[in-house]
């Protein structure tokens, strides 16, 4: 490593923060850049599953939050690419590769939404994972993405809100509303397990090295448990899992989660991979016209 | 076009950088960051700007240390200590002075 790229490391493992016109070494800007247009490309995808359900909404006023929670991701997205594209890597690529199947995208939009019960458990736990990543994010030594990150876990402490709501109704419903979330969670519970990731140690971890996260994947995930298991057993609900329990030192205990379905899921073969991708593409084909008008009136 | 936007969050405040768009022309732009940090009242006012026309400075150096025109130039503290104490003393003094 040259003394620059050694005084680089220095700075933002000391805290320091990086802005778009900082120099940067190539491998930061490469990982940066990596783990930035997957988080752009899972809030993108991540819309996909609750659209689904825009118009099997219960009631109208859930079809109209739903709508406003598929608004506010898409939202999140734009913000989120314009970092990417500022890094270098412009935003028609990062879609481009995204439907090519080249890039990645969170291993929880590759699954089927089967019942209203699975758009609760979405909203409210899934969003629950995601927003303990995106809080520890907000140290990000990249500064302009950590800036951003502020107003993505503005608008998801209400997504989860909304999420705890749907179940809430749920479960003082008749019993086969009940029956509904326990199956969904039952569903989803193994993918909320690997969220996360692999319990790879922070000091390992290259993302860690270059304060792009500050949080360790297993450290995430007993944050989640510690948050949110007590709030699913108070519901009466059951998670799928003989082997969860609390020390006594406080750590949760569960059963080792399918790594090899994580991995074959994000590698583009997860149940609904290839048709969500194909509605993407789909709409980027279908759309090019929009924006070929648009920019050329504007030229 | 990058636009830069910035936020103002309640009247009287100053104006924050929330961000950035890209959009063909200002009247898209507009459009855009009404609903990227407008669409929830969350916002008093924006301002949106073509990054282009920022003019970005960095680099203040400060080769002569002039900590005279800053707070921190101003240490104050030893000597008041020694002007109290030398107060203190004289006022000790010119009483034993006052004594007949």
Redesign the interface.
Known sequence: MDARTQEFVEEVQGGGHVET?DWMPEEYRAKLIKFIEMHGNSELMGVLPEREWILRAPTLQRKLALTAKV?DEV?HA??IY?VV??LGKP?AQSLQDLVDGKAKFHNVFHYPTKTWGDVGVIAWLVDAAAIISQKALLKCSYA?YA??MK?ICWEESFHILHGRDVILTMMNGTDEQRELVQEALTRWWGPLMTFHGTAIPADEDPMVFWRIKSQGNEEARQQFLDGYVPQIWELGLTVPDPKLRKRDDGVWEYSEPDWDELKRVVTGNGPKTAERLDLRRRFLEQEAWVRDV??A??? | ??FEVFRQERKGQPFQ??????A??AE?AEA?AR???GRRQESEALWVVPRDEIR?V?DFPDELHKTYHRVDGYSLKAKLKEARQRAESAGALSARADLP
């Open positions: 016109s608004q939202g734009q913000l314009r594209e500022d935003r302009p800036r951003i107003k648009v920019l009136d504007a030229a | 076009m990058v950088h929330a961000g950035a768009l890209a063909p022309n898209f855009w609903e990227q940090y970005a960095h």
